[in-house]
């Protein structure tokens, strides 16, 4: 069992009918040793009553962004000290309200206040659930980074049955407890981490691009980031929120791109001490950009370009021992041993320590991905590994702090 001494975890309880079954979570992460901090909606407090909660906890229950018995900004103090807010149940009308970001009460000004990781337990009827608003809401908040916590298929309040029953109390702790418990394996390691796009521009309204989303890298940097390292996130032009405790910058071009990769590491390559290139860098660039907007002439027109630098490939080619620790992607077309064997191919021609293969239509837009590992130390392939984007992250992070093993600590 994780334990979760020194953490602050905020509870936050919104108005469900499974409200009672935050009591019970609080009680679980206490045993845990985390201190609880409570929160309660308004509507909340109409299910279960603040005695209970501070009674439990011995915290008083926050529920009033305008309370003037505190001094300072209640939701910037409790987002400071905080390592997970938690929201247990989580209404529909709450999920709304963090998707669209309003900050009209204390959980919701507090949701925008946070960098820890957020974690939501939904309950509610399975209609509720299945409504396009409401996963309109769900999409976004998971592109985000917020940690879905159920909902499970049971019997709900009104006796119905779907999905939209809260997963057990036992479950809500054990997955923050996972996360928040995980060890700093990483901890003194500085983790390099490219991701998205390129985008090169043609003319001022033109550009090449591709449809890389950033979700595996932003998923990798995060996942380093838990494990203690300290993470610098390269990326491309996302709409993606940077994930906490994660240094971001942002570029444009594959030039731009490597441009800053070189400033980090630096000429002798010390500057940190794993790269993992997870963007997906365009190979071609316009041979030229011109000032003003191309003008159409006749009936056809050819685009002429030039090849951007293999920026792994030339990291690769100058590192002379074994850091920093270098990652590349490869997304292919084909069945497995296609998708395996050219990776086999860019871990020999690229001299870095192991690629990650992604099958394409798997790996581009959606939220899964099915991969394999190909190491330059090891003839077999590992995978396939299948599950969410995150889930993928942890695999390959854990792999990462394995290559750490034998490369010396700063
Ligand atoms: C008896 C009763 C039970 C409710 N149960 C739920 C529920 O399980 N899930 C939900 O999303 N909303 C439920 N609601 C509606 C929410 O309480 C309402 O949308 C409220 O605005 C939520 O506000 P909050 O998220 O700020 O607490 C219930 C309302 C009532 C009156």
């Not at 609080?26 to 409570?38: D, E, H, I, M, W």
């Not at 769900?138 to 298929?153: E, Q, Y």
């Amino acid at each position: 069992m994780k334990r979760l001494d020194g953490k602050t975890i905020i509870l936050a309880v919104t108005g469900s009918i499974a409200a009672y079954k935050a009591v019970e979570v609080a009680r679980l992460f206490l045993k845990r040793g985390a201190r609880v901090r409570p929160v309660m909606t308004a509507s909340a407090r109409k299910f279960l009553g603040p005695t209970t909660l501070s009674g439990i906890t011995g915290e008083p229950v926050h529920a009033d962004m305008w309370d003037s018995s505190i001094e300072g900004e209640l939701h910037v103090t409790l987002a400071r000290g905080a390592d997970a807010l938690v929201v247990v149940p989580a209404t529909a009308d709450r999920l709304a309200v963090f998707a669209q970001g309003r900050a009209e009460d204390l959980l919701g000004a507090l949701a925008l206040c946070v960098s820890c990781p957020v974690f939501v337990a939904p309950a509610m009827h399975p209609r509720m659930w299945a409504h396009a608003a409401t996963q309109a809401s769900v999409a976004l908040l998971r592109s985000r980074g917020v940690a879905f916590l159920g909902p499970i298929h049971g019997q709900v309040a009104s006796g119905d049955e779907g999905v939209g029953r809260m997963i057990d109390p036992e479950a809500v702790v054990e997955a923050v407890a996972e996360m928040l418990g995980s060890s700093q394996e990483l901890a003194g390691r500085h983790v390099l981490v490219s991701a998205g796009p390129t985008v090169e521009d043609l003319d001022p309204v033109r550009f090449l691009t591709n449809r890389s989303s950033g979700k595996m890298g932003f998923a990798i940097a995060a996942q380093a980031a838990r494990k203690g390292a300290r993470v610098t996130l390269v990326a491309g032009p996302v709409n993606r929120a940077t994930p906490a405790n994660v240094e971001r910058v942002n570029v444009r071009s594959a030039l731009e791109l490597q441009t800053e990769l070189e400033r980090i590491l630096g000429p002798e390559l010390r500057g940190a001490d794993a790269l993992i290139m997870a963007a997906a860098v365009a190979d071609y660039r316009p041979a030229s950009f011109s000032d003003t907007k191309i003008k159409k002439q006749g009936e056809g027109a050819s685009l002429a370009l030039v090849r951007n630098p293999d920026i792994l490939a030339a990291i690769g080619a100058r590192r002379t021992g074994p850091s920093p620790v270098l990652v590349g992607f490869a997304l292919e077309t084909g069945d497995e041993a296609a998708v395996t064997a050219y990776a086999r191919g860019k871990v020999d021609a690229k001299k870095c320590d192991v690629i990650v293969a992604n099958e394409a239509s798997r790996a581009l837009e959606g939220d899964s991905n099915t991969m394999y590992l190909v190491f330059a130390s090891r003839d077999d392939a590992v995978g396939p590994i299948s599950g969410s984007k995150d889930e993928v992250a942890a695999v390959i992070v854990s792999e990462l702090a394995k290559l750490f093993e034998r490369t010396p600590r700063p």
